[in-house]
C-alpha cells in the first residue's frame, strides 16, 4: 500500500503537474490593435492613411463587388517597429522570426505615476517593484506597459498632446515612454523577446535621441507600439502573437497583436 | 486498498487525458506568407507595390534612422479577402474576429490533377476522397488546398498563365481554383472557418462570375489567396493563425498567415 501511494503521487507529479502552458483553443483571444482608419493616428511629419475606393457596387456580370487599395507610412496606428528602424544592419520586418513575435506576456501597470505626469519615463525601479511581487521578468517574456494612454485613443490632442502637423507637431508632443536606463537594464539584466506598449513611441513623446529606441534595437529587440487594450490584459499568462505585414526590407509595418487569455 | 486505486486511476483520467490540442510553446511555427516586394504578383487589373524610402541614413541628431512609405490594393500578395468582396453588407475585414480566423488545419492535396491541368477546379470528391482516408472534415476547421502552384510564385507566367496587365491579362489567367459545386458542397454539409490555397483567387483563373467566391461569401466564409509553402503542413495537426492587417471596411488585406505543427 505504501509503495502504491508513493508511486501514484511520482506519477501524478510527473504526468499532472499543472503547466503554465495553456493550448490554443482553451483560452479566449483579446484584439491588441486599432483598425485603420481616418481616424489612425500618425507620428506629426508622417503621411497618413489613405483608403482609396477601386470599386463598389453591382457589375456587368450581375454579382455584388468591392475592393479598395491603400497607402501609409509603415509607423502609423499600431504598428512594429523593426530593429533596422534605429539601428543600421539589424533586422528587418521580414527578417523577424514568429518564435521572436509571440511568446508569454508580461504586464506591467504604470498608470499610476503616469496619471500625475504624462511625460514621464518609465525606470528600471518600475519593472524592479513588480519583480517583488511576481518574481524575476521571465526569460523569453514579451514585455508589455500599460500606461493608461490608450485611453485617449484616437484623440489627437489627448493621446499625442498636439494636433499640430509637421516639426512644430514633434516639438509639441506629450506622452510617456520607457526610459533609455531602463532599456539598458533590460538588455544587461534580462532575456526579453520584444517590448510593446500603449504610446505612439517606445521614447517619450520629449526624446529627441530616441535612446530607448537605439538601445534595444541595437540588441534586436523589436517593439510594439500603439498597443490597444491592454487594460484587458493579466499581468501574467497572456499569450500574444504578434504579426506584421510582412514588407521586404520593412523598417516598421503596419501590426496585427492579439493576445489568448487562459479562461480557468 | 481498492478504493485507493479507484481514487487513483479516477484522478488520472480525470486530469491526465491526452488531450489532441497542442499548447503554444511545444510546436515549431512554419510562415505562410510572402513578403511584399516589388516581385509581388497581383490581379493584372489591380494596382501593384509600392515602397518609397522616407529617409535612410545617419539623422543631424547624430543616430541612425531609417523609414519607409508604402502603397498597395488590398487583394494582391498573401491576402485575406472578407466576405464583402463579393457579397454586400457581409463581413469587412475589421469584423472578423481572431476565433474565425484560427483554428485546426485540414490541408487537401491536390497536386495531381492540377499537375495534369492547370485549369482544374477542385471537386467535392476531392474532399470526399480525403475523408475516406482522414475522416470528416472537423467542424470549426481551416481547410486549405494545396494545389502545387506555390511552386512557381513569383513567376507571373508560370503562377497566374500569363504576364499581361488589364483586361487582356484577365482573359489570359490559368490557374486552378475551387469548383462553385465544392464551395457549395462545404456550406450546405460542413462547418469550416475558413479556406486558403496556393493559387491567386479562390475560384480558378478562367472564371468570370467568381461562383465560389460568392457562395463562400455569403455564407461568411473568407478566403487566404496566395498561401505560401502548404507543402511543409501535415494534412492534420496544424494550428493556423491568419491575421489580416487590420482595415477598417476593408473588401480584403494583407494576411500574415503562420502555422504551429506539434514537434512530436
Redesign the interface.
Known sequence: ?KY??LL?MV??AT??TP?Q??????GI?I?L?????DETLYWPT??TW??DT?FVGQTD???????????????GG?HLDAP?????GKQTV?EL???QL??YAVVIDVSEPVSGNRDYQILPEDVQAWEIAHGSVPAGSILLFHTGMGAYWPDAQQYLGTTLRGAEGVANLSFPGIHPDLAQWLVDNRNIKAVGLDTPSLDYGKS???ETH?ILFANNIPGFENVANLELLPTLGA?I?A??????????A?L?I?A?IPTE
Open positions: 500500500m502504491f501511494v501514484s506519477l501524478f504526468y499532472c503547466v502552458q495553456h493550448s490554443f483553443e482553451d483571444w484584439d490593435t486599432y483598425s485603420y482608419s508622417s503621411d489613405q483608403f477601386v456580370g450581375g454579382f455584388y463587388y468591392e475592393a479598395f487599395k491603400f497607402s501609409t507610412a509603415e509607423h499600431t533596422i528602424h534605429f539601428s543600421e521580414d522570426t514568429i518564435d509571440s511568446g529627441t535621441l530616441y537605439q499569450y502573437i504579426l506584421p505585414m510582412k514588407i521586404k526590407d520593412g523598417s516598421g503596419p496585427r492579439v489568448n
